[in-house]
């Protein structure tokens, strides 16, 4: 059962467009939700969170939008650049320290 | 600079063969886990550590063995490896379970 889908395993964009990967979850109880990037050859990185309380949380380029009703959220990258071609993994938790479920990630592609 | 050292990086070993994989962390976090990574299914936890001495089965335990004897290091041990284990493995670091994880650089294991 799985509790954190990630429904595109890829995603191609023209460099400067906009980039928008989504995510959704089952569980209702989660209420921590992170972004990590993962670059072949190397460790996930973490990228931003959002806490149930918001609805949106800005870092540069990236913004994550969470729509608890719909049990979804979605990073978006403006604008794309070909180094932000990675993996993107969502990921979501619950309060009282229970481990980070993971989605299987979604592979963006920015083409120059 | 705060870092996630795994060892080895890459290792090819035969069915049955006892190994160890080295993770440890210098900033000191009591929280400690083990993912694999598989195509087409993301990451899964396999065991953490909420503290020394303290270690608890992730979503795919069985196969693996963990000890917490100091914070800083967190062994993935296969006492028997199969080659249903031949996957990339991260060691990940963090203040509790919830939030923020930092991941090593990764272990590459092929067992035949």
């Known amino acids: 059962d799985q509790q954190v889908k990630q429904n595109s395993p890829s995603l191609s964009v023209q460099e400067g467009r906009i980039s928008i990967l989504n995510c959704d979850y089952t569980?209702?109880?989660?209420?921590?939700f992170l972004w990590y990037k993962k670059y072949p050859a190397e460790g996930p990185t973490f990228l931003i969170s959002?806490?149930?309380?918001?609805d949106k949380n800005e870092d540069g380029r990236f913004t994550v939008f969470l729509n608890k009703s719909a049990k979804h959220l979605s990073l978006h990258i403006v604008p794309s650049q070909p180094g932000d071609s990675a993996v993107y993994f969502c990921a979501a938790s619950t309060t009282g320290n229970t481990p980070l479920v993971f989605g299987k990630g979604t592979r963006l592609s920015v083409i120059a | 600079e705060a870092q996630v050292t795994q060892n080895p990086r890459y290792l090819i070993t035969v069915t049955g063969k006892k190994l160890t994989v080295t993770c440890s962390q210098n900033m000191n976090h009591e929280y400690m886990s083990w993912y694999r990574q598989d195509p087409g299914l993301g990451l899964r936890q396999i065991y953490y550590s909420m503290n020394v001495e303290v270690t608890d089965k992730g979503d795919v335990p069985e196969g693996y063995k963990v000890s917490r004897k100091e914070k800083r290091n967190f062994p993935l041990i296969l006492e028997s490896p199969s080659p249903n284990q031949t996957s990339l493995y991260f060691c990940?670091?963090?203040?509790?379970?919830?939030?923020?994880?930092?991941f090593g650089p990764g272990t590459r294991l092929t067992v035949t």
């Open positions: 959002i806490s149930s309380i918001k």
């Open positions: 569980n209702s109880m989660f209420d921590y």
């Open positions: 990940a670091r963090g203040w509790g379970a919830t939030y923020e994880q930092y």
